[in-house]
């Protein structure tokens, strides 16, 4: 069974920063994974925020946090991090993780592997 666990939310004053970190443990029954982190506001839909493929380590990042949020992974570990500096209150929403064997992009309901979740608030 594969469980998904993020950890890194908080609050934090609006220009300051933030590091996600999310680990897959388990028996994920895949050679490849592309991991990537979505975010939910209250009273929003579900955006995705970043991907990366873990074997070549190459990502997409949205348009809305580009220059910001910096996706990474450790591969070996199956470990996924989100840096997020320069935060606006926009950014609050409750940030998951997500992982999938092919790459799906930002469609999310095409990711197999979910969190539950860590809270992100920006209060300026």
């Known amino acids: 069974q594969v469980k998904v666990v993020e950890s890194g939310g908080g609050s934090v004053q609006a220009g300051g920063s933030l590091n996600l970190s999310c680990s897959i443990s388990?028996?994920?029954?895949?050679?490849?994974?592309?991991m990537a982190w979505f975010r939910r506001a209250p009273g929003k839909e579900r955006e995705g925020v970043a991907v990366i493929f873990t074997r070549t380590g190459g990502t997409s990042i949205a348009d809305s946090v580009k220059g910001r949020f910096t996706i990474s992974a450790d591969r070996v570990k199956y470990t996924l991090y989100l840096q997020m500096n320069d935060l606006k209150p926009d950014d609050t929403a409750m940030y998951y993780c997500?992982?999938?064997?092919?790459?799906?992009?930002?469609?999310?309901?095409?990711?197999?592997?979910w969190g539950e979740g860590t809270q992100v608030a920006v209060f300026s």
């Open positions: 997500a992982a999938a064997p092919v790459c799906v992009g930002y469609v999310w309901d095409a990711y197999s592997y």
């Open positions: 388990g028996d994920y029954p895949h050679t490849d994974a592309y």
